[in-house]
């Protein structure tokens, strides 16, 4: 993950609720922690679908609470 792409990433919207993406390399994916779910990076292209989010589990998302 290049500084380009990092800053690109920083524009992205969650499509679903239009807040903020957190990227999270490590995992490879993209949090929005308003919505309190996560979309899914496929070879390296963030996959922006409402149908493919994927919720946080509860352990997770109470680092958002
Ligand atoms: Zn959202």
Do not use: Q, T, W
């Not at 990092?6 to 995992?27: F, I, M, Q, T, V």
């Not at 919505?35 to 680092?63: C, H, M, N, T």
């Amino acid at each position: 993950m290049s500084f380009v792409e990092e800053k690109l990433l920083n524009l992205l919207a969650c499509p679903r609720c239009g807040g903020e993406l957190a990227y999270e390399g490590k995992e490879s994916r993209l949090v929005c922690e308003k919505g309190r779910l996560f979309y899914p990076i496929k070879d390296g292209i963030p996959v922006l679908l409402i149908d493919r989010a994927v919720p946080l589990s509860a352990d997770e998302s109470k680092d958002f609470a």
